[in-house]
């Protein structure tokens, strides 16, 4: 079965500051990962995906992740913060063990307070 | 394109009552998806579909029901609404079930049972 873990609930950055948004993950196979973002009362924005290739990965806003296949991690990072980046952050993955067309298994969530 | 669309965006039900969940998506895609976001919790999945008269369980299926008999739509059912159903409804769509396809999702439906 697939996991994710997001060990920090909340991160707490000032404005300007580089920011780190945790995420390790547990999958049979090779993992398909993602970074989704949550403002306040709206759905889940997708940010940026690791398939394959290059480690580094770019998304929208700004956002990169970085995949480390021997730690398993898929960390959000951005090397400027801004406090229109505050919202709830998701790490997701899917592998294909399961054979299927199932869904995406998520993280708890990490909330990204940006400080001015 | 609207993208994928929600409603209602909040209700509230009595315990019993029964109600759908209603989720349309313009982007002609044949995959979708229900899934439930509880505080401090990720998304679970609860239902899926890969194509219209297609529909499978996820990961949390218990108390609901699901149809999809067009390409645009899929609702989902609550036939007995119980406070543990109180929850964030979310529905998402893709066009393919390979892993490594985004899935999109709608802006939610607030949900709480009383």
């Known amino acids: 079965a697939q996991s994710v873990a997001q060990p920090e609930d909340q991160v707490n950055v000032a404005e300007g500051n580089p920011l780190t948004v945790k995420c390790t993950y547990s999958?049979?196979?090779?993992?398909?990962l993602f970074w989704y973002v949550q403002y306040p009362n709206r759905g889940l924005q997708f940010l940026l995906k690791?398939?394959?290739?290059?480690?580094l990965v770019k998304g929208s806003y700004g956002f990169e992740a970085e995949f480390n296949k021997s730690q398993t991690s898929f960390h959000l990072k951005k090397p400027s913060a801004l406090v229109s980046d505050s919202a709830l952050y998701f790490c997701?993955?899917?592998?294909?063990?399961?054979?299927?067309?199932?869904?995406?298994?998520f993280g708890k969530g990490t909330h990204l307070i940006i400080q001015p | 394109n609207a993208g994928v669309t929600q409603t209602p965006k909040f209700r509230i039900l009595k315990i019993g009552q029964s109600m759908t969940l209603q989720c349309t998506q313009d982007m002609n895609h044949n995959y979708m998806y229900w899934y439930r976001q509880d505080p401090g919790m990720g998304l679970k999945l609860i239902y899926y579909s890969v194509g219209a008269g297609i529909t499978d369980k996820g990961e949390v299926p218990n108390g609901y029901n699901v149809s999809r008999s067009t390409t645009e739509d899929f609702p989902l059912r609550l036939e007995l609404a119980a406070p543990s159903q109180t929850s964030v409804y979310f529905c998402?769509?893709?066009?393919?079930?390979?892993?490594?396809?985004?899935?999109?999702f709608g802006p939610g439906t607030r949900l709480l049972v009383l």
């Open positions: 998402a769509s893709s066009y393919s079930g390979l892993p490594g396809v985004t899935q999109y």
């Open positions: 690791y398939i394959t290739g290059d480690n």
């Open positions: 999958v049979s196979g090779n993992p398909y």
């Open positions: 997701a993955v899917r592998d294909m063990s399961g054979g299927g067309a199932d869904g995406l298994t």
